[in-house]
């Protein structure tokens, strides 16, 4: 079973930038969507952004121009730069894997944008 670690949260302020990374167990890049979604406080978890086996990408609209997703192969890794921080980015943010009907998920790591 593959395993997801994320890494890269913390607290920004509102302009600021971060980049969260994500470590696969294993190397299925090449294999599975990517994918990193959000949980904010009292929400349900969303797709912030994805990207697919062939390397097509996806942004859900209110991260398009700021977050960028790609990865490295060699590393079995997935980032998510996010620039132009603002509060409605606070949340949980978590990775998963999906290869056809099984997936994972990463244990998550907060990012915290303050005004």
């Known amino acids: 079973q593959t395993q997801l670690v994320e890494s890269g949260g913390g607290l920004v302020q509102a302009g600021g930038r971060l980049r969260l990374s994500c470590v696969a167990s294993?190397?299925?890049?090449?294999?599975?969507?990517m994918s990193w979604h959000r949980q904010a406080p009292g929400k349900q978890r969303e797709l912030v952004a994805s990207?697919?086996?062939?390397?097509?990408?996806n942004y859900v609209d209110g991260v398009k121009g700021r977050f960028t997703i790609s990865r490295d192969h060699a590393k079995n890794t997935v980032y998510l730069q996010m620039n132009n921080l603002k509060d409605e980015d606070t949340g949980i943010y978590y990775c998963?894997?999906?290869?056809?009907?099984?997936?994972?998920w990463g244990q998550g790591t907060q990012v915290t944008v303050s005004s």
């Open positions: 998963k894997a999906q290869i056809q009907d099984s997936f994972a």
């Open positions: 294993r190397p299925i890049l090449g294999a599975a969507t």
């Open positions: 990207i697919s086996r062939l390397g097509a990408t």
